[in-house]
């Protein structure tokens, strides 16, 4: 099991940019995947990107063009730019492997774009 440590959310304004860590206690590499997630309250989590242990990368069409995942192995952990913010894009935001470990959930961390 890794424990999965989300930061750098914010209150930004709209068109802004912010980047999000997810600092894993353990070796990320074993992971095939690592993915970033939000959620709104009321609403379900939802995917919105992921990156292979290759370098590939997915994204949900809401975010693509503007989002860009990374991953560092050597430092266990994954990064999320954030670009062109959108009011849409307010959620909290948390790093998991995929397909997600349920067991492996954090804190994750606050995205709050203003209009």
């Known amino acids: 099991q890794v424990r999965l440590v989300e930061s750098g959310g914010g209150l930004v304004q709209a068109g802004e940019s912010l980047r999000l860590s997810c600092a894993a206690s353990?070796?990320?590499?074993?992971?095939?995947?690592m993915g970033w997630y939000r959620q709104v309250p009321g609403k379900l989590r939802e995917f919105v990107a992921r990156?292979?242990?290759?370098?590939?990368?997915n994204y949900a069409d809401s975010v693509k063009g503007r989002f860009t995942i990374s991953r560092d192995n050597a430092k266990n952990m994954v990064y999320l730019q954030m670009n062109s913010l959108k009011t849409e894009d307010t959620a909290v935001y948390y790093c998991?492997?995929?397909?997600?470990?349920?067991?492996?959930w954090g804190q994750g961390t606050q995205v709050t774009v203003s209009s």
């Open positions: 990156i292979s242990d290759s370098g590939s990368t």
């Open positions: 998991n492997v995929w397909p997600i470990r349920g067991d492996y």
């Open positions: 353990g070796s990320i590499s074993r992971y095939i995947f």
